[in-house]
T-cell receptor
Framework: DAGVTQSPTHLIKTRGQQVTLRCSPI?????VSWYQQVLGQGPQFIFQ???????GRGNFPDRFSARQFPNYSSELNVNALLLGDSALYLC????????????FGPGTRLTVL | AQKVTQAQTEISVVEKEDVTLDCVYE???????LFWYKQPPSGELVFLIR??????QNEISGRYSWNFQKSTSSFNFTITASQVVDSAVYFC??????????????FGKGTKLTVNP
């Protein structure tokens, strides 16, 4: 079975631009979470979605938004990019948001110039 | 507030040595989960273990073992007879158990393990 997939793999943007990252969960998983991992740090929670509803939001500005589609895939949008948004963006899926381990995708490496 | 501290930033060992990675956590929740993930150079986080706060039994899986001590809020990870393939960044993480809410993972900063041949 396919694991969590993310696209694109790498992305280069300039300050002020907008970016959309995509994630497809493991088949049967209904919950998707997004994490930001800055170089040398642990991942930080951005959002969690379950059944198309937002279940949790981390301490990120409103420039960050996300949504989940009926097929449980998800998009993360970041507007007005800043240099500090450069990071590895990880998507994780789980069957449900509670009591289950989260399986991570390979990530999207975003570089903001 | 929840917090995970991995005091060891980097560890370097020679193959076949045993190595222990430390993890100390803080939480006000009475029930929670603890995790260890491995992140090889490819970047993908690989799940290693999940432990419920009610279960303080130590666990062994092959060369890996975990020591959970609630009294000291620690969840340490030991690799026995380390191998070069164990070289990676290892993250300890914590999440609350909240059926109605979100079980976000709170990660430590990670410990980079290098196993030299």
């Amino acid at each position: 079975d396919a694991g969590v997939t993310q696209s694109p793999t790498h992305l280069i943007k300039t300050r002020g631009q907008q970016v959309t990252l995509r994630c497809s969960p493991i088949s049967g998983h209904k919950s998707v979470s997004w994490y930001q991992q800055v170089l040398g740090q642990g991942p930080q929670f951005i959002f969690q979605y379950y059944e198309k509803e937002e279940r949790g939001r981390g301490n990120f500005p409103d420039r960050f938004s996300a949504r989940q589609f009926p097929n449980y895939s998800s998009e993360l949008n970041v507007n007005a990019l800043l240099l500090g948004d450069s990071a590895l963006y990880l998507c994780a899926s789980s069957l449900v948001p509670w009591g289950n381990e989260q399986f991570f995708g390979p990530g999207t490496r975003l570089t903001v110039l | 507030a929840q917090k995970v501290t991995q005091a060891q930033t980097e560890i370097s060992v020679v193959e076949k040595e045993d190595v222990t990675l430390d993890c100390v956590y803080e939480t006000r929740d009475t029930t929670y989960y603890l995790f260890w993930y491995k992140q090889p150079p490819s970047g993908e986080l690989v799940f290693l273990i999940r432990r419920n706060s009610f279960d303080e039994q130590n666990e062994i899986s092959g060369r890996y073992s975990w020591n959970f001590q609630k009294s000291t809020s620690s969840f340490n990870f030991t690799i026995t007879a380390s191998q070069v393939v164990d070289s990676a960044v290892y993250f300890c993480a914590l999440s609350p158990t909240s059926r109605g809410g979100s079980e976000k993972l709170v990660f430590g900063k990670g410990t980079k393990l290098t196993v030299n041949p």
